[in-house]
């Protein structure tokens, strides 16, 4: 039998639960054509939810265009995926696609190519150079075909924190900003982790996405809507947990998605019928285990402040640090010192801010942590 758990992918239908509230909020900004920058710490649910909302959107009038920044080396290639992504999510027929490919652009010259599955297999290059001094033209490809087409349309754009990466960030901002704010029948989604990345796109007034749309902080699934998941998701495979249990599942990996899913998915291979709590324990034990290599090897990269830090907010001070006797109960040099251990934490990803405190990013990290590293 299946697990009725999933996680290291996006879920949509199988294996989503609730985001009522936001699934709303996401389906009205696409259908009414608002901007929606939509924030979260890693592995919370972005990409689920707005491949849910796509899924439950998209009508003949209304196009979905997904994309991810994840591996994208620079600006140009941001391009020509943009220009894939707009032409298979705005066509149903590959050879529609070939004569959109040629229909939609004046100054560029597109290559197009199949694959061995037309279907899937679909490509668009252009001449590198010709598409530096022409990039606009694909910036508003999607508004010149929803145009055309008398249709509207959603550009979602994933792991858009990875702009950072390109050689101009800042650039490349203020160009998609000139081009984008003129579109009417074209809309954008933007979303990605490195909260406080995302957040100084969009929030500080210098920079160009400053007031672009309406910014979403995506939360946690509450407790009680992962207990009854839990529950259901055992009995709809004939296995059975109580909801202490559940609870306790929940509770161990702080509401955390995909943590959430992935011990239930333990507890569940390793339960015959019944749950019981060493079967719970047993999973976390493993679950510790599988990560261990990897939470050693961002420890041994930490420097001594960073260290330091984390020390002390595995104590439970998660306000406070740059006071003196917290400075001087971890050794932490000077408040500069604290600021600057705190950024570094934040770049790596391993802490959070949430009203003016910190806390560990990853929860399991966090157990792993407070049981092998606090002094
Ligand atoms: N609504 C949901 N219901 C149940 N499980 C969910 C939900 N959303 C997310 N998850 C779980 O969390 C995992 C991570 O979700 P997802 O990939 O959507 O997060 P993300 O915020 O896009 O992550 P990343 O920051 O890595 O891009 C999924 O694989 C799934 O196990
Ligand atoms: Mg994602």
Redesign the pocket.
Known sequence: MKSP???????STE?????KKEIKRLKSNFQHCINTLLI??????????V??VAHEVTTKKLRIVQLDLLGLQDEMEFYKALATATIKGTSSKFEEWVTAGKEFFKQLTPKISLGPDPMHDFEISFDWQELEKNYQEILNLPERIARKKGIQIVVCI??FQNLANFKQPLLFQKRLRSEWQHHQQTCYCL???QQHMMMSLFERQSMPFYKFGDVMY?SK?SRKDWIS?IIKAFDSTRKHIDDVLADHIASLVQDH??Y???LSHMVWISTEKNVTRSIVEESLENLLEQNAILYTRDTENLSSSQLAYLKALADGISAGLSSKAVIDKYRLGSSATVAKAKKALLNKELIEIRNSQSFFLDPVYELWFRRFIRS
């Open positions: 758990f999933l996680f290291g992918r996006s879920v294996g989503f639960t609730n985001r979260s710490p890693r592995r919370w649910g972005k990409s689920s939810l491949k849910r994933d792991e979303y990605g982790s995506l699934i998941f998605s995909y959430v899913q992935q």
